[in-house]
Structure formats: C-alpha cells, structure tokens
C-alpha cells in the first residue's frame, strides 16, 4: 500500500535499550562493592579460599528480593525510607535508627577514602592525605553542583569500574571443580573466625544505606521525570514500573555478586595457596597481589579500588543526608538546587567531612570498619523489619503491597540478616 504525498509516517515506539532501564538497582549493586567490601571479599578469599562460595550465593535472592522492596516502597508512596517511617513509627524509634545510621556510614565513608587514597599512592606518589582530602571534595562538589540527570549518568558509568575485578580474574588459574564445590556445598566449620567471616559478607552484602538509597533513586526519579507519579496516585504506571525495578535490581545484585565473587576466586587462587591468611584493607590486598599476578593485573585491582570508592562514598554520604533530612522533614533530594535543600547537602558535606577528619585524626580504617560493622548490624535488622511490616500495610501501599514470593524471601532476608547480627554482636563480646 502506498501513502498519500504528504502522509506523516508513524513509527512504533521502540522498547528502551537494557543500559537505559537500568538505573537505581545497577548503581546500588556496584556501590556494594566499595573499597571496605573489596576488603572483606579479598580476606575471606586468601583466610578461607573457595569454602565461603556459596554465601554469594545464598545471598543474591535474599538481596534482591530485600531491594525491590525498598525500591517499591518509594516508587508507590512517593517517600524514601525515613519518610515513610516518620509518617508512620514513633519520632524516639526513627531518630535513633537515623542517628546509629549516620555514624555508621561516617565511619565507612572515613574507611572507604582512606583505602581510595592508599590505593592511589600505589600507583602515583601522592601523599595519603592529600588523597583523602582530594577524593573527599570531589565527592562533595559531584552531589552538590552537578545536575542531577547528568550525575545519575556519572554514577552509572563509574559502574563499568567493577570490571576491572573480572580483568584481574582473568590473570589467575582456576580450579574450576574446587570453585563449583564451595558455591554449591557450604563448609561449616566451629571456627569463630569462620563465622566472623560468614557475618561479615552477609553484612556487607545487605546493608542499611544500600536501601535509603534505592528508595530514595526511585523518588528522585519521579521527580526527574514529568510522566512519573507514585504509583498510589497513578496506579496504571504499576506494570512498567514494577517491572523496570525487578530487571534493574535482578541486573544489579547479579552484578554486585559477580564482582564479589570474582575478588574472593582472585585471592582464593594467589594468596591462599602461597599461605598468606591476613589481609588489611583493599589497598594492601592490591599491593599483596602484585608480586603474585604481576604489575598490570595489580594496577587493574587497585584502579578498581580507586574507582568503585568514587561511585560508593558518594551514595554512602547520599543515603545518610536522605535517611537524616526526611526523618527531620527537610526539603531533600539531589534534583533540587543547593539553595532549596541546604540542610540536605548540609549533611552530605558533613558526612564526607566527617570521614575526611577521621583519616586526618589517623583512626584506624580497621577499627572503623569493625565499628560500622557493629553499627549496620544493629540498625539493618530493626530497619529490615520495619520495611517488611510497612511494604505489607494496605494503609502504605494501597493495592501495592507484596506478593507472597517476595513476602518470604523478604522475610527470610531478615531472619538471616538477625541470626547474623546475633552471631557477630555474640563473638564482638565473647572475643574482647
């Protein structure tokens, strides 16, 4: 059939491209893998070598069912996280949750620079604390005066920096039958550092800040975007939207466990074999590989440090001005102007401000992690809960509440997430 001259053609609207589907859950899954979990991934692979596999495994449904519905919860109600507990949970039970949140990631953000500046000074003579300094003000001026459009996409391309770990990989000898056996089969041991270390990946993989700023995302989103509304206003957007969160977050938990994955098989095969136990921190497990793989896979590594600390600090600093401003009703958000949410990037300067002092003040990042630890472990449990009983409630999220899958996994996610923190404030106690 031909067209009348002068017929305007219509063209059907393509399907999105994955990259641009792809968004809070991708940078949430990378900025899992900062420089302290690259710590705690490199340690349990040179300590334990492939027998703590399968907690990367286990731990993929547990996240990913735990984030959507942190995901949900903003994309329905139009609020992140705090706002939503403040709206609905005594003023006393949020603030102190907040409060315990914030010093936690003050203590993980202090971690985090110094491992980036360390790293740094293994590839360029630069003085550690120029580093922190250096890393800490470019965090801050990225949230606080780059358009938030722009920085989303700054954030989504600092994720390819995870790649570096899969470059590393491919330097190493993999027995592959010794590797499937510890993903499928768990190798309990009655050691106490055995189970320090299950507690430790199972904290690093599903932690607090990992949720405020997911929700958060999504808010920002609606914002961002003139067609987007929470669903409770709009529930016709639930079908397209549900589903861009499962894909995104199924998409970033994979790769968040891939990477973690591909740390622990690096060390397992280098360090563990040659008898090296004791690991500090992501800067010395990029210096212990470099006589082992040689200068091009060591350099890849502690890039990789470099860069992931770039796309982490920022969202650890991000999540705690969200959890503190909504719980304290302060305009927030990274789309509006420094002007219009000062308390906001207030908190965002004085978290990363905070983590900067500590490196100056010579803290010691293992002590501050140990602390964080301490801190996510008490908070991830009350808070897991709460957004269960929250993402349940018809009165929050109308006709979106969970489906039994996503219920059990959730709630499950939170019986793993209490025995853990059981188990490791037990063993803080019992080793002092």
Known sequence: ?????????????????????????????????????????????????????????????????????????????????????????????????????????????????????????????????????????????AQVFLQHKRYVAVLKWLTLSLFTYFGTLLTVHIPWAQLGWGLIWPQWSGDADFWLAVVAILGTTISPYLFFWQAAQEVEDTKAEPLREPLIKHPEQAPSALARIRLDTLVGMAVSNLVALAIVITFATTLHTQGVREIGTAAQAAEALRPVVGPWAFGLFALGVVGTGLLSVPVLAGSAAYALGEARRWPVGLSRAPLQAKGFYGAIALATG????????????????????????????????????????????????????????????????ALAAAVFLASSVLTR
């Open 1 to 141: 059939m031909t067209l009348p001259r002068g017929a305007a053609t219509v063209v059907a609207p393509s399907k999105p491209r994955l990259w641009q589907v792809l968004g809070p859950g991708l940078v949430t899954g990378a900025a899992d893998d900062d420089p302290s979990g690259i710590a705690t991934y490199a340690q349990a692979g040179a300590q334990f070598g492939f027998s703590l596999g399968w907690t990367l495994v286990l731990t993929y449904p547990l996240m990913v069912a735990i984030q959507a519905i942190a995901a949900r919860i903003g994309r329905t109600t139009g609020r992140g996280i705090a706002g939503n507990l403040r709206e609905h949970y005594p003023r006393w039970l949020v603030q102190g949750i907040v409060g315990l949140f914030f010093a936690a990631n003050v203590l993980n953000i202090g971690a985090d620079l110094g491992a980036m500046a360390e790293s740094t000074r293994l590839l360029i003579p630069l003085p550690a604390g120029v580093g922190v300094v250096l890393f800490g003000a470019v965090c801050t001026a």
């Open 354 to 417: 905070l983590g900067t002092l500590a490196n100056v003040l010579s803290v010691n990042p293992m002590k501050a992690l140990v602390w964080a630890a301490v801190l996510n472990g008490i908070v991830a449990v009350p808070v897991m809960v709460l957004l269960m009983l929250l993402a349940t409630r018809r009165k929050v999220m109308r006709s979106f509440t969970l489906s039994r899958r996503l219920k059990a996994f959730g709630w499950a996610a939170t019986g793993v997430m």
